[in-house]
């Protein structure tokens, strides 16, 4: 076949590309997408089977039969399980916006720049010479198909670059790549246009493979049966139908092992399945669509290797060619080239996706964060690096595939198909512990996470990459240390050694220094995120602690700086909408607000990036742990609010059996004061009866004796008098209730009061002959108080003494004495008595309205009450004596002027002030 | 005609004496319930006027004794009384007063109603 209708077609199929690219594109645009089914993901996930697989299997196969499966059955035994890690590792990229492999560790621990530098410079090297091996089976495929059946298709490199058909594929493919996969600085906007083409490239090598087979098993030959009994009968191949397990079983499984954690962490299975997804309910469709993939395109491999060997028996051909070497042995061109693009779809569709995660990760961990930190750099680029970001982009997926061509042309010449895809295998797995202890373990640090990334790396270069190397003397001991470290034998060996010792290393170092090392409460927040994820998806940007200030206007600039103008507002717009409030430019931004920015920002620069960012106008605290512990105890708090709201109830059932007390007693008051109120007002009705009637009695009879009309003028006056003194009792009760009653306090003798009161009432006690007997304390102490409210003390209990004793035997008793500070004085009479069981409450004021009997008591029953208080206010006391058989015995305490004084000046300058 | 009058209070007792003193009256005075009933008892009156609010006994125990007494129960009964709420007028009633009248009273038209009372009971006894 000429070499130019193969370059020909190999454009037209990438014309083709293209094609769909923009189609799927289109479709998104119009809200019709074309890979939002279950469908197109599992066959995006197929970017798995690289030209390695397509064409090597059958290599491997020849070589070693079944053994080549063990890289299809690693992902499909693990996919149950595959399918639990992946739905929450897509929850955490899609709420952190993670944009890569490397991102995701840098983002999980403490959105480490290093880290993320460390793990993008490790997935270059790792996955560089891969890519190249990619371009080598570009160039394979082209050369084979030129090549005839005699010349026993080898394979020779062009002179130079220019005349390289694979140098010109390259830089179509690196088109392609940035016009479909780096057009919108937002990475985690997906590109629908990309994954619309490597779904449609997926179906073309498995179509592709199965045409071969079905060729080879019925027209090369007439059955399988028939390829399978006559490779029977050949002694060498005999061998490759034995599985011999007791030889092999660690070795599958080990690569088992391997080939599922590279379907996780080679950052081309990463864009497709994380970054790519759009729902993930795919996944459980993916779960058996992708093995079922990857069952039909193995099932015809053993045939295509045994019918291979037998055809070309007598001849010295690669194995690797049996694809496209049998039907061109045939003279079958249209399978030839069928075939040739399945492989060559198998290559691109490799290329493609790689080539867009590894240049995501270079401009997003590298690139930008030192960009971040130059500020006079940034100043240069203007306020929209969207376009700046879209360059460095672009020119990384460049350089990335410019670098993989170069490996190609002057390393890659040597190095078989199948086993560098293994050696990037066992590099790529050196971040299982970081991701998945990562997604798990909520301890594993920052310091943890890049240790074991060292140790596995620096293992994997000494037992992997560095024997192989020509620079290594022979027998040196760098060549030797695979067979010093070695424990088994097998095909795969150097593999399987390098795989465990780099694993064992990084495990440890990541176990050892994640205990040793402390993490800082920002770092264990953002592991807290990651492992409990389903927790913070919804309330994500409500939980993340964030604790500074910022201004929206400025906010607002970061993102259109990195999203161009238009966007940032409308995503603001979006943001401020759903969550029901109206962000101001010139406010200060919430901490909801900082954390939503920042993860947009994310999406379009890496996690470390937006946080170094967002650093620059959020002037940020530290959080310390006590922070953390108030954010947890608030959690706590709502947690208890049931209790405490329980409590409240309880508190306020308290308070409204109080309230009832109260207003109870209110009311009993209120009644009191009614009842007060009739009592006085009855009271009154006493004296203005006898007033109105002589009053009346006077003007109707004209004719009365002087004697008589002077009797009548006399009681008239006595009841008026009597009258007045009620209503002076009823006010000043109302004064010392209200605490109005101010005493006007002197040092006074209780000696000349009591004379005084004896006085003034002499005349009633004359009339009734009463002996009174006066027993007063010689140079009795004196006392402070109002002297005239003590007098109407002593006035009202002699009169009350008067009034209960008999006429003509009636005896009253007044002492009084000094005693332990006090004066004490006793008013004792031999009348009726008190006929009550507790006299005490003869005090009351309301005692003759609450006991309003028809048995009318002495007096107003006023006088008491008053003179209780009275009693009171001066800071004494006053009481009934009980037990007497016979008459009255009252008696009160008031404290001399010394024991006042000592009292205090406070009690003194105010005078003494009602307390009740 | 003989009248007795009953009352704790000094005064108005003076005052009421005079009153029926003045209206050719024979009045008898007591200064509680104790003592209207010995007087009732000795004198029997045609009209007491009764204060209800007396030390002992008062005046609701001596109407009721009143009207349980057959000599007396012909007898008009007038309440002077401070009380003067809806409930006590009732209570006087139930316990067979004529009258009622509350303090402070009018004394022209306390003289009136002891005689239209006393016309009333002589009317009946006719």
């Given at each position: 076949m000429s070499g130019g209708l193969i370059v020909i077609i190999s454009f037209l199929y990438l014309a083709i590309l293209f094609g769909l690219a923009f189609w799927g594109e289109k479709r998104a645009g119009k809200q019709k997408?074309?890979?939002?089914?279950p469908y197109v993901y599992s066959l995006s996930l197929a970017?798995?089977?690289t030209a390695w697989t397509y064409f090597g299997s059958v290599g491997r196969a020849y070589s070693g039969?079944?053994?080549?499966?063990t890289i299809y059955m690693g992902p499909t035994f693990m996919m149950p399980l595959w399918y639990i890690v992946m739905r929450k590792m897509i929850r955490i990229c899609k709420v952190q916006r993670i944009t890569s492999l490397a991102d995701f560790i840098s983002s999980r621990y403490d959105k480490s720049v290093g880290l993320g530098t460390l793990v993008t410079i490790f997935c270059v090297i790792g996955i560089l010479p891969y890519i190249a091996l990619q371009i080598k089976a570009l160039d394979f495929g082209i050369q084979i198909l030129q090549a005839d059946s005699m010349s026993g298709f080898t394979i020779t490199t062009s002179a130079s670059i220019l005349s390289d058909n694979a140098f010109y594929l390259a830089l179509v493919l690196g088109f392609f790549t940035i016009i479909?996969?780096?057009?919108?600085?937002?990475?985690?906007?997906?590109h629908e246009g990309m994954v619309t083409a490597i779904a449609f490239e997926s179906i073309l090598k498995l179509f592709a493979f199965l045409l071969v087979g079905i060729f080879v098993c019925?027209?090369?030959?007439?059955?399988p049966k028939a390829i399978f009994s006559l490779a029977a009968e050949q002694e060498a191949l005999s061998?490759?139908?034995?599985?011999?397990?007791?030889?092999?079983y660690l070795e599958w499984l080990g690569i088992s092992l391997l080939a599922a954690f590279a379907l996780v962490l080679l950052p081309r299975q990463f864009q497709v399945?994380?970054?790519?997804?759009?729902?993930?309910?795919?996944i459980e469709k993916a779960i058996w669509l992708f093995p079922a993939y990857l069952l039909l395109i193995n099932l015809f491999v053993i045939p295509i290797a045994f019918g291979g060997y037998l055809l070309f028996q007598n001849q010295v051909v690669d194995p690797d060619t049996f694809v496209l070497a049998i039907p061109l042995l045939f003279e079958n061109n249209w399978i030839a080239i069928i075939a040739y693009l399945g492989g060559f779809a198998a290559a691109t569709s490799m290329i493609i996706v790689s080539t867009i995660a590894l240049s995501t990760m270079i401009s997003n961990q590298i690139i930008m964060p030192t960009l971040l930190n130059r500020p006079a750099l940034l100043a240069r680029?203007?306020?929209?690096?969207t376009k700046a970001l879209l360059y460095m982009r672009r020119s990384s997926i460049l350089v990335i595939l410019i670098l993989a061509y170069l490996y190609y042309r002057f390393?890659?010449?040597?190095?078989?198909l199948i086993n560098f895809g293994l050696i990037s295998f066992v590099a790529v797995a050196q971040f299982a512990p970081a991701v998945f202890g990562g997604m798990y373990w909520k301890n594993a640090s920052k310091r943890g996470a890049a240790a074991g990334i060292w140790a596995g790396f620096i293992t994997w270069m000494l037992l992997l990459v560095l024997p192989s190397l020509p620079i290594i003397k022979e027998m040196s001991l760098i060549q030797r240390l695979p067979e010093l470290l070695a424990f088994y034998e097998g095909p795969q060996s150097n593999i399987l050694i390098a795989f465990f010792w780099s694993m064992f290393f990084n495990v440890t170092c990541y176990i050892y220094f994640s205990f040793s090392v402390k993490q800082s409460s920002r770092e264990r927040n953002q592991a807290e995120v990651f492992v409990d994820i389903n927790k913070y998806a919804r309330v994500f940007e409500q939980s993340i602690m964030w604790k500074g200030l910022a201004y929206v206007k400025d906010i607002e600039s970061i993102l259109a700086k990195f999203m161009g103008e238009v966007k940032a507002k409308k995503q603001l717009k979006k943001y401020a909408a759903q969550q029901g409030k109206t962000i101001q430019s010139d406010e200060r931004a919430d901490a909801q607000l900082v954390n939503h920015a920042e993860s947009l920002l994310a999406g379009a620069i890496g996690s470390a990036s937006a946080r170094i960012m967002m650093s620059s106008v959020v002037k940020e605290e530290e959080i310390s742990i006590n922070e953390v512990l108030d954010i947890l105890k608030e959690s706590q708090q709502i947690m208890s609010m049931n209790r405490e709201l329980q409590d409240k109830s309880d508190e306020l059932k308290r308070l409204s059996d109080r309230l009832w007390e109260v207003n109870e007693q209110l009311r009993l008051n209120d009644h009191l004061k009614d009842e007060f109120i009739s009592t006085v007002t009855h009271e009154m009705r006493t004296p203005i009866t006898a007033i109105k009637a002589f009053g009346e009695i006077l003007l109707d009879n004209k004719e009365l004796e002087d004697d008589e009309r002077n009797q009548f003028l006399s009681v008239i006056v006595k009841e008026a008098v009597r009258m007045s003194r009620l209503i002076n009792q009823v006010l000043d009760i109302e004064r010392f209730d209200s605490g109005k009653q101010k005493l006007e306090c002197t040092s006074c003798s209780i000696q000349e009061i009591i004379n005084e009161a004896i006085a003034s009432l002499e005349q009633l006690i004359n009339d009734k002959k009463i002996v009174l007997v006066k027993d007063i304390q010689q140079q009795i102490p004196p006392i402070y108080a109002d002297k005239d409210r003590i007098l109407q003390v002593m006035i009202n209990l002699i009169s009350n003494a008067i009034k209960f004793v008999e006429e003509g035997s009636g005896k009253i008793i007044i002492s009084a004495y000094y005693i332990d500070g006090d004066i004490k004085v006793n008013v004792i009479d031999n009348g009726?008595?008190?006929?009550?069981?507790?006299?005490?409450?003869?005090?009351?004021?309301?005692y003759q309205a609450q006991n309003q009997n028809t048995k009318k008591p002495e007096g107003s029953g006023l006088g008491l009450a008053i003179t209780k208080k009275i009693i009171d206010h001066h800071g004494g006391k006053i009481w009934f004596d009980k037990g007497l058989k016979q008459g009255v015995k009252i008696s009160f305490l008031i404290p001399s002027e010394r024991k006042y004084r000592r009292k205090g000046a406070m009690d003194a300058s105010e005078g003494v002030v009602a307390k009740d | 005609m003989k009248v007795l009058v009953v009352d704790d209070e000094p005064s108005i007792l003076m005052s009421l004496e005079f009153l029926m003193r003045k209206n050719n009256y024979e009045v008898f005075i007591a200064r509680d319930g104790k003592e209207a009933i010995e007087i009732l008892n000795a004198?029997?009156?045609?009209?007491i006027v009764l204060d209800i609010m007396?030390?002992?006994?008062d005046g609701y125990e001596v109407c009721e004794y009143i009207r349980k007494t057959e000599a007396l129960s012909k007898m008009g009964v007038i309440f002077l009384s401070a009380k003067s709420k809806e409930s006590d007028l009732e209570k006087a009633f139930q316990l067979g007063a004529d009258r009622y009248i509350s303090k402070p009273f009018a004394t022209k038209n306390l003289l009136v109603q002891i005689q239209e009372l006393i016309e009333e009971k002589e009317l009946r006894a006719i």
């Open positions: 997408s074309l890979v939002n089914n970017v798995y089977c039969g079944i053994d080549f499966l479909y996969g780096a057009r919108k600085a937002d990475v985690t906007e997906r019925w027209f090369a030959f007439d059955s061998k490759l139908f034995v599985f011999d397990g007791s030889s092999h399945s994380v970054v790519e997804n759009v729902n993930e309910q795919h680029l203007g306020n929209d690096l390393a890659g010449q040597d190095i078989s009726k008595g008190i006929n009550e069981e507790q006299p005490e409450l003869l005090f009351d004021k309301f | 004198e029997q009156p045609q009209v007396m030390p002992e006994v």
